[in-house]
């Protein structure tokens, strides 16, 4: 049984073409959305978070909203670039979140991806300490965020305080009970796969590693998987963890599916740059159920993982994306052994 969910960037644009106009449009409808692939028997629902730009961003009313209007489906991000995070605020922002969604919350962090506007996080107030750069910063912050979801007080208590306060030192609220071994590090490096263990986090791989050895994507990050899983082992946790990966896959069942995505099938990896280094991304899948079951079963990563987010075209509206997502279900998931 492997757990199904979608990822959705949340653009929008004026484009005549788009279903999402605006921010509004896309707020709703990933509510909308996630109520259907609920109603499907999706598994998760996930969110990108990007800032200073025509994307979703400040992701914990949209989680709520979400966790209010369904009551099985995961809800997550994918991911929260935590160099522009207060970890105490956001701490209580998501302990609220996963009360609303009754413990449903599965939040992605990360360093975040390259960025709209140049280090957009000092304009959120914040800067590396010296002698670190933003990676560490990044990396701090979650430290901090992870050590307040514990629970433990650590805040000294006002002695004449405006309510009565329990004795000790203060935690922050509301805590959510389970919240920390439910959040995910977006690794894009086996290196950095080997830290999310070290650190007690799930694993979320996404569609493109920022490092390339020559060997196909799928194969690279399947040992990206077992590195994360080895190095697990070896820092001793006792609960079992879970890792994500993130694919793009269109069944062409349909006129409208083969208008869309006919030219998409048959294409290989990609190897780019980012951030000055070289990177590799994995394909698109887009054929029929057939080829693609037969494509699919020969993905080594997909196989070592136990989540798998179908990134989703967002502005071609609710009605599209449910389709997309219950052809997987349907046609592909019970022939891979998915379902």
Do not use: C
């Not at 025509?54 to 949209?62: E, I, K, N, R």
């Not at 920390?180 to 650190?199: F, H, L, M, N, S």
């Not at 998987?225 to 069942?253: D, L, N, Q």
Request: glycine content about 10%.
């Amino acid at each position: 049984m492997k757990k199904i969910g979608f990822l959705s960037f949340g653009h929008w644009s004026a484009s005549p073409q788009s279903q999402t106009r605006s921010a509004s449009d896309v707020l709703h409808q990933s509510i909308d959305l996630a109520v259907a692939a609920e109603e499907l028997g999706v598994d998760g629902a996930y969110f990108r978070v990007h800032h200073f730009a025509q994307q979703l961003a400040s992701p914990f009313p949209l989680l709520a909203a979400v966790g209010a209007r369904t009551s099985r489906i995961e809800i997550g991000t994918g991911v929260i670039d935590m160099r522009y995070e207060n970890p105490l605020y956001m701490a209580e922002d998501a302990g609220a979140a996963d009360l609303i969604s009754d413990g449903r919350l599965q939040l992605g962090v990360s360093r975040g991806s390259p960025e709209q506007v140049i280090d957009g996080y000092r304009y959120f107030g914040y800067a590396p300490a010296e002698g670190t750069d933003h990676a560490d910063m990044a990396r701090e912050h979650t430290r901090v965020f992870l050590e307040v979801l514990e629970g433990n007080g650590f805040a000294e208590p006002n002695p004449r305080p405006m309510f009565p306060n329990p004795p000790g030192l203060l935690r922050i609220e509301p805590h959510a009970p389970g919240l920390r071994d439910r959040i995910w590090w977006g690794a894009g490096t086996r290196q950095t796969a080997e830290w999310t263990a070290q650190q007690g986090m799930n694993l979320m791989s996404s569609t493109l590693l920022g490092e390339d050895t020559g060997v196909p994507f799928h194969q690279l990050q399947a040992e990206q998987i077992e590195r994360f899983r080895t190095a697990w082992a070896e820092a001793g946790h006792t609960r079992t963890p879970r890792v994500s990966v993130s694919r793009s896959i269109f069944p062409i069942v349909s006129d409208l599916d083969r208008a869309y995505f006919g030219r998409e099938g048959g294409g290989g990896d990609q190897v780019g740059y980012i951030d000055g280094g070289k990177a590799r991304f994995g394909k698109t899948y887009a054929g029929s159920p057939e080829r693609l079951i037969e494509e699919l079963a020969r993905d080594e990563a997909v196989a070592a993982a136990d989540t798998l987010l179908l990134t989703i075209p967002n502005q071609l509206g609710v009605d599209y994306n449910a389709h997309v997502l219950e052809t997987v279900l349907k046609e592909l998931a019970p022939g891979l052994g998915w379902r």
